[in-house]
């Protein structure tokens, strides 16, 4: 179970990111910063490799916020990333996320990044690196 220390500074970190948000040309809208939650479209990675608890507790909070919430997958996300503001990368195992999204998906979310996508990523547990082994 995940303390309460580490869920309040999950929600800081969601609320600080979404609040700080800025539309790009290449965002979904184009001009200013947002003020009202319904403005921004947050995706949830909840595909493969997303632990439990990442997958269930970002949407629930952002969704009682009054944000627009989608969960996408591994199978989702090259294709429907630019329709969101806003990428949370929950916790989980990092190797399982990696196979499953492969060097396009990855490739993906950097490019969507460095295009003006926000990217807010929550390392609650991890698997070891196979560089470790």
């Not at 999950?10 to 700080?20: I, K, N, Y």
């Not at 595909?47 to 627009?68: I, N, T």
Request: charged letters at 15%; hydrophobic letters at 40%.
């Amino acid at each position: 179970m995940v303390s309460m220390a580490t869920q309040r500074w999950l929600w800081l970190a969601l609320l600080s990111l979404l609040s700080s948000a800025h539309r790009t040309t290449d965002s979904p809208a184009t001009d200013g910063c947002f003020s009202d939650p319904t403005e921004i479209s947050v995706a949830v990675y909840t595909g493969k490799g997303a632990g439990v608890l990442g997958k269930v507790l970002p949407g629930q909070l952002l969704r009682s916020l009054g944000y627009s919430v989608t969960e996408l997958s591994q199978y989702d996300l090259v294709d429907r990333l630019e329709e969101f503001h806003v990428l949370f990368m929950p916790g989980g195992y990092d190797v399982d996320m990696m196979e499953a999204m492969g060097k396009v998906g990855v490739e993906a979310i950097r490019s969507w990044v460095a295009n003006g996508g926000g990217y807010l990523g929550c390392l609650l547990y991890t698997s070891p690196s196979p560089r470790d082994s």
